[in-house]
C-alpha cells in the first residue's frame, strides 16, 4: 500500500538523505567561487482585499496582483542589498476570505501546472521578478487537470523562469473545498510522481522549498523537507492568534537547522470595512540556530530584511546536530509500530 509514503519518505529518506543535507546538498549549492550563496531576503507583512462578489472578482484580483507589484518595487527602492527573495502572505491574489463573498472555488482555482505564469494573473509579478532576479513565495487556490475536480491550497514559488515549485497542502486544514494530499495519496503519487509531495528544488540561491499555514505545525513537514536537503523554507502563511508561532517557527529552524522565511497577512480588507480585520502572528526571519533575524508583526505593516548565509547552516549542524539530529533507527521503529 501506498498510504504510508509520507512515512516512509522521512524514515527511509532520512538515513541517506541527511547526509545529503548536511554535505551533498550543501556542496551542491556552493558558487563557482568556492563559497556558500550568501544575500538578502525580505518577508512582507501587508493587507490583503477580499473581493465583495463574482462580479468584483476579476477587478480585486488584480488590484492585489498590483499592490503585490507595489510591494516589490517599494522593497527594492528601500533595501540595500536588493533582496534576492521575498515571501508573501497566503492567497496574496484571491484573499483567505474570498468565500465569505460567495465567489466559488470555481472562479478562482489557477491551473498551475499547464498554464505559463507570464501568460495570466501572475504575469506583473513574473515580469517584476525579471526585473530583479528574484523569487517570490505566496499561494493559490489550485485546479490540476490531471485530477478533475480536485482543488488544492497550494504555495509556490515564482522566478525569472515563471513556475519554480508548487506544494499543495499535505494536511493542515483550509476551506471546505479544498482537498488535502494525505486523502488522496495514491492518486497524486499517480499523477506527479514519487518526489512531487513536499519537493525541494535546488536553486542558485541553495536548496528552496514552499508550504503553507499550518503545515508549519507539524514538526515532520519541516524534518522531511530538511532530510530531502531544503536549507531555506518559505512559509506563505496567515496566523491566528492563539497559536504560539514565534516559538514554532524557532523551533523548526532550531531543530532543522534551516532559515524559515514566514511572510503572514496583516489585515483582511472587506468592502464595507476599509479598515480591515487585523490577523495574528508575524512575518519573521528564523536561522538555522532558531534565533529570529527580522520581524514584522502587531498593527505594523510592511516588510523585514535579513541576510541569509547558508555557511550559517554548517555551522549549526556542526555545533548543535549532535542533539537535534534524530536517532532514525529507533524512530522509523517507532513510527512503523
Not at 503585490?68 to 518595487?73: L, N, Q, S, T
Not at 530538511?226 to 536549507?231: D, H, V
Not at 512575518?283 to 533575524?293: A, E, F, N, Q
Not at 541576510?307 to 533507527?329: C, H, M, Q, S, Y
Request: hydrophobic share 40%; proline share 7%.
Amino acid at each position: 500500500m501506498r498510504r504510508r509514503t509520507l512515512l516512509k519518505s522521512v524514515t527511509a529518506l532520512a538515513a541517506a538523505s541527511l547526509a545529503k543535507s548536511q554535505g551533498t546538498a550543501a556542496a551542491e549549492s556552493i558558487s563557482e567561487s568556492g563559497s556558500r550563496p550568501s544575500y538578502q531576503a525580505a518577508v512582507m507583512r501587508v493587507p490583503v482585499l477580499v473581493p465583495p462578489s463574482l462580479d468584483a472578482f476579476n477587478d480585486v484580483r488584480r488590484r492585489n496582483a498590483d499592490a503585490m507589484v507595489d510591494a516589490i518595487e517599494m522593497v527594492m527602492r528601500t533595501a540595500e542589498p536588493k533582496p534576492r527573495i521575498i515571501v508573501f502572505p497566503v492567497l496574496q491574489f484571491t484573499s483567505a476570505r474570498r468565500a465569505t463573498s460567495g465567489v466559488p472555488m470555481t472562479a478562482v482555482a489557477i491551473d498551475l501546472v499547464s498554464e505559463p505564469l507570464d501568460r495570466g494573473i501572475f504575469a506583473p509579478v513574473i515580469e517584476a521578478c525579471r526585473r530583479h532576479n528574484l523569487y517570490v513565495a505566496t499561494s493559490t487556490q489550485e485546479k490540476v487537470p490531471q485530477l478533475p475536480g480536485t482543488y488544492f491550497h497550494t504555495g509556490f514559488i515564482m522566478g525569472p523562469e515563471g513556475l519554480v515549485l508548487r506544494s499543495p497542502k499535505v494536511q493542515a486544514p483550509s476551506a471546505p473545498t479544498v482537498s488535502y494530499i494525505r486523502d488522496i495519496e495514491d492518486d497524486y503519487l499517480k499523477a506527479f510522481g514519487p518526489d512531487s509531495i513536499m519537493p525541494v528544488v535546488k536553486t542558485p540561491l541553495g536548496n528552496l522549498a514552499c508550504y503553507v499555514e499550518g503545515e508549519a505545525q507539524v514538526l515532520e513537514a519541516s524534518r522531511l523537507l530538511a532530510s530531502k536537503g531544503a536549507e531555506v523554507i518559505l512559509h506563505t502563511s496567515f496566523e491566528d492568534e492563539d497559536v504560539p508561532w514565534k516559538a514554532l517557527k524557532q523551533a523548526i529552524g532550531y531543530q532543522c537547522h534551516v532559515y524559515l522565511l514566514t511572510g503572514a497577512t496583516s489585515r483582511v480588507v472587506y468592502a464595507d470595512n476599509p479598515e480591515g480585520e487585523w490577523a495574528g502572528g508575524s512575518s519573521t526571519i528564523v536561522g538555522p540556530d532558531g534565533h529570529v533575524l527580522a520581524e514584522k508583526g502587531g498593527h505594523d505593516e510592511g516588510h523585514a530584511v535579513a541576510e541569509i548565509n547558508l555557511a550559517n547552516i554548517d555551522a549549526a549542524r556542526a555545533k548543535f546536530g549532535r542533539n537535534t539530529v534524530p536517532a532514525w533507527n529507533l524512530y522509523t521503529d517507532l513510527y512503523n509500530r
